[in-house]
Every structure is written in structure tokens, then in C-alpha cells.
């Protein structure tokens, strides 16, 4: 997992997302280091459903933003189905 390499100081968050987008983490925790707590929330949200894929990325650059982190890096693991979402990037 790449929390078990990460730096101690890394600030490191899950969002899941299927048709809806939901928070990994608990409501009152923005970050965690936590190896259990990570995994956890890895396995909260259940994969089946459509895939708002943009929208998880919208929620998660915007929790990024709250980080005290200079660097910042953002992994998605998804099956790049789109097939569910309220947003609409183009390029």
C-alpha cells in the first residue's frame, strides 16, 4: 500500500465513489496515517454501481486544497467507466 512507504508527515485521505461520492474517512478526520484507518476506508464504499469518477476527483482536489503539504500528489483507482457524474471536464 502506498501508505506503508509514504513519509509520517504525508497528509493521506480516500474518497470512494460509485454513482455518489462519499468521504473514506470519518467526517471529523480531513487526513490520517493510520494504516488501519486507511484501509478501512478503502473498503468502506462498495464496488458496483455507475462510476462518478469526475466528481470524486472535483471532491478530491478540493480536500487537497486543505492540506498544509507543499506537494501534493493525487492517485484515483477507478475501472474509468464514466458513466455517472454531475460534472463535465473537456479538454
Known amino acids: 500500500m502506498f501508505v506503508g512507504a509514504s513519509n509520517p508527515l504525508d497528509e493521506i485521505f480516500v474518497v470512494n465513489f460509485n454513482d455518489k461520492v462519499t468521504k473514506g474517512l470519518p467526517d471529523t478526520v480531513l487526513f490520517s496515517d493510520d ?3 486507511l484501509r478501512a476506508a478503502l473498503w468502506k ?3 458496483a454501481g455507475r462510476t462518478a ?3 470524486a476527483i472535483s471532491d478530491a482536489l478540493k480536500q487537497l486544497e ?3 503539504q507543499a506537494k501534493k500528489t493525487l492517485i484515483v483507482v477507478s475501472d ?3 458513466t455517472s457524474a454531475k460534472l463535465a471536464f473537456t479538454t
Open 45 to 47: 464504499g462498495p464496488s
Open 35 to 37: 494504516l488501519n484507518q
Open 53 to 55: 469518477l469526475y466528481d
Open 66 to 68: 486543505m492540506g498544509r
Open 80 to 82: 474509468a467507466g464514466i
